[in-house]
C-alpha cells in the first residue's frame, strides 16, 4: 500500500506560481509512475502530468503545457509540480497519483493504483 501525502497548495494571486511536493511512504517509490490530477468544482477529475519512474519522460495535458512541470526526487520518495502563470481556471484540489504500470497509463487517464488526500489551489484574479 503506497501513502500519498500532498503539501504546498494554497490561496494565490492569477500569474503567481505555486509547487506541490507529494510524499509516499513506498520505499520502492522509483517503481511507480507519478502524476497529478485535479478537479474543479462541479467537473470530473482529470489528467494534469505525468512522470516516468527514473524521471526520463514527462507528460501534460494541453491545458497547463508551457507552465507546469513535474519532476521527481527517487532519493527523498518525493514528485513536485512546479506551477507557474497561474489562472483562476486552475482552480482546483490536486491529487497526486502512483501507479506501478506506466506514466503512459496516466496520461491516458486510466485509473492510477493510488491517490493522494489532495491538496487545494485557488487563484484569484
Known amino acids: 500500500q503506497v501513502q500519498l501525502v500532498e503539501s504546498g497548495g494554497g490561496l494565490v494571486l492569477a500569474g503567481d506560481s505555486l509547487r506541490l511536493s507529494c510524499a509516499a511512504s513506498?520505499?520502492?517509490?522509483?517503481?511507480?509512475?507519478m502524476g497529478w490530477f485535479r478537479q474543479a468544482p462541479g467537473k470530473e477529475r482529470v489528467f494534469v502530468a505525468a512522470?516516468?519512474?527514473?524521471?526520463?519522460?514527462?507528460y501534460y495535458a494541453d491545458s497547463v503545457k508551457g507552465r507546469f512541470t513535474i519532476s521527481r526526487d527517487n532519493a527523498k520518495n518525493t514528485v513536485y509540480l512546479q506551477m507557474n502563470s497561474l489562472k483562476p481556471e486552475d482552480t482546483a484540489v490536486y491529487y497526486c497519483?502512483?501507479?506501478?504500470?506506466?506514466?503512459?497509463?496516466?496520461?491516458?487517464?486510466?485509473?492510477?493504483?493510488?491517490w493522494g488526500q489532495g491538496t487545494q489551489v485557488t487563484v484569484s484574479s
Open positions: 497519483t502512483a501507479d506501478p504500470v506506466s506514466a503512459s497509463k496516466l496520461r491516458l487517464g486510466s485509473p492510477p493504483a493510488y
Open positions: 513506498e520505499r520502492t517509490f522509483s517503481s511507480y509512475a
Open positions: 512522470i516516468s519512474k527514473n524521471g526520463a519522460v514527462t
